[in-house]
């Protein structure tokens, strides 16, 4: 038995595809893995909040220092992490905006990149603290970025991610696209299809 996180980051409901497609991946899922137990997180419509000044001091001091107000900037970080520790894959729906994530995403990042909790300084370097997980991303863009394509130059989406991903130890790291998707109705259902079909083969593979 696994447990699965699933965060969507698009604030559109019944017109987003990275939100249809991620859905599209749980329904066939749990379909396949009945036993696996599900944690949804909808950044979309519940964004987690920016990181503060208090989030700051509360995040670079010992926690047994922590008065309550430092306690409380923190808590909602603190669940995020749990969540993340508790959870053995990730599915992440995540849409390309202006050439990166949603702030939406970029807000849950700042919350869930944590010195001491998921990241480490140690003598030879950074080191990543969430071991043996495997996460998915399911993007939806406008336009193609696709990395070594002619316009790939632009995409600091799937980098970011995996970067950033890699640095508190999630390497293990899987994207599925559904772009071109404002290129023409032509475009758009060649890509969906290549979507749905990427579904399929993780459903088997993954
Ligand atoms: C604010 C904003 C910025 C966007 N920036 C990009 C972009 O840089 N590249 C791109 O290919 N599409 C861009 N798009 C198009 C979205 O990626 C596309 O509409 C996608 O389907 C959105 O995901 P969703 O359908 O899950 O809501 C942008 C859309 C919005 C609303």
């Known amino acids: 038995m696994a447990h699965i996180l699933h965060v969507d980051a698009?604030?559109?409901?019944?017109?987003s595809i990275s939100r249809a497609l991620s859905n599209e991946f749980i329904a066939a899922w749990h379909t396949a893995h009945p036993e696996d137990v599900l944690t949804y997180?909808?950044?979309?419509?519940?964004?987690?909040p920016h990181v503060t000044e208090t989030w700051v001091a509360a995040?670079?001091?010992p926690p047994e220092t922590h008065t309550p107000e430092l306690t409380e900037a923190i808590q909602t970080s603190d669940v995020l992490v749990d969540e993340?520790?508790?959870?053995?894959r990730y599915?992440?729906?995540?849409?390309?905006?202006?050439?990166?994530?949603?702030?939406?995403?970029k807000a849950y990042i700042d919350?869930?990149?944590?010195?001491?909790?998921t990241f480490a300084v140690e003598p030879t370097g950074y080191k990543g603290l969430i071991e043996g997980k495997k996460a998915l991303i399911i993007t939806a863009q406008g336009g193609t970025f696709r990395l070594g394509?002619?316009?790939?130059?632009?995409?600091?989406h799937e980098p970011y991610l995996r970067a950033i991903l890699g640095f508190i130890g999630v390497t293990d790291v899987s994207f599925i696209y559904a772009d071109g998707?404002?290129?023409?109705?032509?475009?758009?259902e060649k890509s969906l299809e290549s979507a749905h079909a990427a579904i399929q083969t993780a459903i088997a593979t993954w």
């Open 91 to 105: 599915v992440f729906g995540v849409p390309m905006y202006n050439l990166s994530v949603p702030s939406t995403f």
């Open 10 to 15: 698009s604030p559109r409901a019944e017109r």
């Open 59 to 61: 995040a670079f001091s």
């Open 41 to 48: 997180r909808d950044l979309g419509h519940h964004p987690v």
């Open 181 to 188: 998707l404002n290129l023409g109705d032509e475009t758009r």
């Open 84 to 88: 993340l520790f508790a959870a053995d």
């Open 149 to 156: 394509s002619e316009t790939g130059g632009y995409n600091f």
């Open 111 to 117: 919350q869930i990149v944590r010195i001491g909790r």
